[in-house]
């Protein structure tokens, strides 16, 4: 596996694949990976010709307050995990090399709607960002298909919408979570949880489990986000949001049969995120 810093240096070293027709496959990350990243490259692999990783903690996506600084970066450690799972090409580049100009000058990518409530309510601006970065990469690496974990929901929703209003030719491919033995959702700021915090942290899935099963059973729907907000209180979480939606993110109507759970919560200095798939009764 081959790492690159420059954009000159990704787009030489993509000319002659992309001239020999290979199929090429991006998976764009923040690094710190665990299993979770690993199976998008996996699933890369068993679509694409060559495997374009990324690593680049974007910081248009942080606000103000959030865990720039001290978002794990741990380079090394990727870039073997990386090899090993059979990534071609690692993109690693430095933030003046994305944003040459800073930020404050940066064009920027937005996308309504979807974007809107739930973590983007939480954290504004956060999916400009995204859209942001996610755009700059698919100019660069200008792959055919590329892969997003499904824990990240909405950023998935978005990227999808993305590629839509953009009439980018690029098939979105969603993974399902990769989830530890007790049910939480692997993430990279699981590790800043303490060990106390980490086996209180399942009950997040825990809590979404008992809230699809009642809902299921054709439990009412308020009713039921209100006992299971609860129930994340007293599990000591600080629930950020807990909703219902259709797949598509808008709301619930008569028709709706498939929906989805999102709930983000605090847990010391965490906040984990999480989904849950629902089929509501007719």
């Known amino acids: 596996m081959h790492t690159l810093e420059s954009i000159a240096a990704l787009r030489e070293a993509l000319a002659g694949p992309r001239r020999a027709g290979q199929r090429i496959g991006l998976v764009p990350t923040m690094g710190n990976l665990h299993e979770g990243h690993l199976a998008l490259v996996a699933e890369a692999k068993r679509h694409a010709d060559l495997v374009v990783a990324t690593i680049f903690v974007n910081p248009m996506q942080f606000g103000a307050g959030e865990d720039l600084d001290a978002y794990p970066r741990t380079l090394a450690e990727d870039q073997a995990r990386l090899a090993a799972a059979g990534c071609d090409l690692l993109f690693a580049p430095q933030s003046s090399e994305i944003y040459p100009r800073g930020l404050e000058a940066q064009t920027r990518v937005s996308v309504p709607e979807v974007s809107e409530g739930l973590c983007g309510g939480s954290r504004p601006g956060h999916f400009d960002g995204v859209a942001t970065i996610v755009t700059m990469l698919f100019n660069l690496v200008q792959p055919q298909l590329a892969c997003f974990g499904e824990k990240d929901y909405q950023q998935l929703a978005v990227i999808r919408r993305l590629v839509t209003d953009l009439h980018l030719p690029i098939e979105i491919i969603g993974v399902p979570i990769v989830r530890a033995a007790?049910?939480?959702?692997?993430?990279?700021?699981?590790?800043?949880?303490?060990?106390?915090?980490?086996?209180?942290?399942?009950?997040?899935?825990?809590?979404?489990?008992?809230?699809?099963?009642?809902?299921?059973?054709?439990?009412?729907?308020?009713?039921?986000?209100?006992?299971?907000?609860?129930?994340?209180?007293?599990?000591?979480?600080?629930?950020?949001?807990?909703?219902?939606?259709?797949?598509?993110?808008?709301?619930?109507?008569?028709?709706?049969?498939?929906?989805?759970?999102l709930a983000a919560a605090r847990l010391g200095p965490a906040r984990l995120i999480d989904n849950l798939t629902v089929n509501l009764p007719r």
């Open 182 to 261: 007790d049910g939480l959702a692997l993430s990279s700021r699981n590790g800043y949880l303490s060990e106390a915090e980490r086996a209180q942290a399942p009950g997040l899935y825990r809590t979404l489990c008992e809230l699809r099963d009642a809902l299921e059973a054709g439990g009412d729907p308020g009713q039921g986000l209100a006992e299971a907000e609860a129930t994340l209180a007293k599990r000591g979480f600080s629930p950020d949001y807990l909703e219902l939606r259709a797949q598509d993110l808008g709301p619930l109507t008569e028709s709706t049969r498939h929906a989805v759970i």
